[in-house]
């Protein structure tokens, strides 16, 4: 009755907290039912008298005062009963109904465990009337309550969680607790072996101490396998590996050497921890790993019998061969009743009755849904989910100072006292970014009204170069600012006697060069078309001095540093004039030694405007002949300054190697490689400027 006491303690330490009251009232509920059904059916139906070999007929509600010798048999074969009927508890933990195990537990002690009993213990039994050997169970009673715990996961399936995720569900909440169990199982062992001989004479040394090397030298296999597989020293799989060495010697203590109980011992450990692994590949959950402790191990025993049992010791007049034959029939038998049977009538029931709770209640925990029973530490949880789901933290938890859950509780209550602060904290910031996005909008809104606006007014004032027609051999351009709007423009008047073209880089972006561009096209027109100066050099002498006194850039304490670039010409019938402010000219000439390469006319290091206290100021004008075939190139800087992702400009080399390349392709086709090459290079990077190219084919 000591290893009922070890099964509940090993159980409930392998099952998460929220399930250990139901564990445990498994146990003690299976004892009472295996007391009863035993007493009334049980016993009868296995060591009552009977007539075909397959079950008995007499002795039910069997009375116990008939004899002292079968009183005291009856006792222990009631406790050898239990045992087969708890083994199922730790296997379907978690999830089986407790009705549906009380059902399990009336079929399991009147039923499965007595009719197989008797076929291997009865006095007419058939496999015993074949010479099948069982000392004390490894077949009759591990077996059996294995090969019933596999069937009953196999109806009822694997927790929640436990294959859907990576993650695997959590290990038992105290294996201190399942160790204190296995120990109290070793001991146990000592009257389930010893005891098996219904004698106190010589043999129970020799059972007892061959017990104790299995199951020492199962817990050490498993212990040293794990390790080599996992490099960790593996607890709970060392525990199965003792009672699998335990199971394992069950059947053939008294008929083995010592040498051969430890070899037996660890054939049996590993034989457990291969069968977990196996189990756990093909997704089947056994909580506490059940049935590979108990039917596999109690398998392999059951055939040491004949593979090292002393012949003479058996005394069954069979050979070696013969008894390992009726031992596998024995084996196989069972199997058949308790495993196929077995699966077979519990599905059914499962069909009628639902041996499984709900989802619900499975994350619940069966402590409380099954029993109404709680403990400190599942009320402080369930009171930290109900504050997470109502996702309010303003009370805190109930809890007694003085204990282990009540510090928890305590720190609990310390943290939600800080989440209050800084939730407090981070409403007031919500509130303060909500004004100051308010407030951020606004300003959005008013600039991107401004730069609508400043993009109607260029559109209205700057030429459509698209349509214009400079009565010229040809001509592009590429224009592409790096905002909406742009400081870049183009400047272009043709009269019967000159072409007067310009590409002006206003400073600043965005708004500010937008309307700084609309002041220098005004000043231009005025300039060129009413002041009538014609002059590259002139023009930009005259538009350095407007654009100073404008913006009041000479007068004291003036910290305005707008200003411009810009490329000018004239070009008439015979020659082109350039003058530039910190912009040169490219021109390619269509004949002669140099036909085809890229010159450069260099403008003056002096932009129009800017911080440059000087009202006057004087451009060089270069002067060179027009040929057939002169192509000029007008640029601001964004084209040659442009960077790629390593931060290298596209620089004037590359520029010009472009233009040596394809100078003599038709306009078009010059715009389309010339952007094309500034795309590749630029990759990735950002876009630093407004590009801007007018080229004019003579």
């Keep these: 009755m000591l290893m009922q006491l070890g099964f509940c303690m090993l159980e409930s330490g392998l099952v998460r907290t929220k399930n250990t009251i139901n564990v445990a009232a498994k146990n003690v509920v299976d004892f009472c039912v295996a007391v009863l059904a035993y007493w009334a059916v049980g016993y009868a139906i296995m060591f009552g008298a009977g007539t075909t070999g397959w079950f008995g007929h007499t002795g039910f509600f069997f009375d116990v005062s008939s004899s002292f010798g079968e009183g005291t048999f009856f006792f222990f074969q009631l406790v050898f009963c239990a045992t087969a009927a708890t083994i199922i508890a730790g296997a379907v933990a978690e999830r089986m109904r407790f009705s549906g195990y009380l059902i399990i537990s009336i079929l399991v002690t009147a039923a499965f465990y007595p009719i197989s009993g008797h076929w291997i213990w009865g006095s007419d039994g058939w496999l015993a009337g074949m010479g099948f050997l069982d000392f004390a169970g490894s077949t009759a009673v591990h077996s059996v309550g294995g090969w019933l715990a596999l069937a009953s996961v196999l109806v009822i399936g694997p927790r929640i969680g436990r294959f859907s ?175 196929g049977f077995g699966w077979l009538l519990l599905y059914l029931l499962n069909r009628v009755f639902p041996l499984r709770i709900s989802e619900d209640k499975e994350r619940e925990g069966l402590n409380v849904c099954e029993h109404g029973a709680s403990t400190e530490i599942l009320d402080l949880l369930g009171d930290m989910r109900r504050q997470r789901e109502r996702g309010d933290f303003s009370s805190q938890v109930q809890f007694d100072p003085y204990t282990e859950v009540g510090q928890v509780a305590q720190e609990y209550n310390r943290v939600l006292l800080r989440v209050a602060e800084e939730m407090t904290k981070r409403e007031e910031l919500a509130e303060k970014l909500a004004q100051e996005k308010d407030a951020s909008e606004r300003v959005t809104h008013d600039l991107m009204s401004s730069i609508e606006y400043a993009r109607r007014i260029q559109s209205a004032v700057f030429p459509d170069l698209s349509s214009l027609d400079l009565d010229i051999a040809g001509h592009f351009y590429i224009f592409e600012p790096r905002e909406t709007v742009s400081g870049d423009f183009f400047w272009i008047h043709r009269d019967r006697n000159r072409l007067i073209a310009a590409v002006v880089d206003c400073t600043g972006h965005g708004v500010p060069g937008a309307f700084m561009s609309l002041i220098g096209h005004a000043f231009l027109n005025e300039i060129i078309l009413e002041k009538k100066v014609e002059m590259p050099d002139e023009i930009l002498g005259e538009l350095h001095r407007k654009v100073r006194s404008t913006l009041k850039q000479d007068q004291p304490g003036a910290d305005s540093q707008d200003g411009m670039d810009v490329c000018i010409v004239r070009i008439d019938r015979s020659s082109v004039a350039f003058a530039g402010a910190k912009r040169p000219l490219y021109w390619v ?33 270069s002067v060179i002949a027009r040929e057939p075939g002169m192509k000029v190139y007008l640029t601001t800087d964004g084209f040659v300054e442009q960077t790629n992702a390593m931060r290298e400009p596209f620089d004037t080399s590359r520029f010009r190697n472009i233009i040596e390349n394809c100078w003599d392709s038709p306009p078009e086709v010059q715009g389309e490689i010339l952007l094309k090459e500034l795309r590749d290079f630029q990759g990735d990077a950002r876009r630093k400027d407004d590009v801007s190219i007018l080229s004019l084919f003579l």
Aim: glycine share 14%; charged share 15%; with cysteine.
């Design 589 to 621: 000439s269509g004949q002669g030694e140099q036909r085809g390469k890229c010159q450069v006319l260099r403008g003056d290091r002096k932009s129009i405007g800017g911080r440059q206290r000087e009202k006057v100021r004087e451009f060089t004008c």
């Design 165 to 339: 995720t990576e993650r695997s569900l959590a290990s038992g909440h105290s294996l201190v607790q399942a160790t204190f169990g296995v120990l109290i199982l070793w001991f146990g062992w000592i009257g389930f072996n010893g005891g098996s001989t219904y004698a106190f004479n010589a043999s129970v040394p020799v059972i007892v101490f061959n017990t104790f090397l299995a199951a020492a030298a199962g817990g050490i296999s498993v212990l040293a396998v794990s390790r080599a597989r996992t490099h960790i020293f593996d607890l709970k799989e060392m525990l199965n590996g003792i009672i699998a060495g335990l199971v394992s010697i069950t059947a053939c203590a008294p008929y083995v050497a010592q040498w051969q109980a430890l070899l037996i011992g660890m054939i049996g450990g590993i034989i457990c921890y291969a069968v977990s692994l196996g189990m756990e590949k093909i997704r089947i959950d056994d909580v506490v790993g059940a049935s590979c402790a108990h039917a596999f191990p109690g398998v392999w025993g059951t055939l040491a019998v004949a593979v090292f049992g002393d012949l003479a010791l058996l005394d069954t007049g069979l050979t070696r061969g013969e008894q390992l034959w009726v031992q596998a029939v024995g084996v196989g038998a069972v199997f058949l009743w308790a495993f």
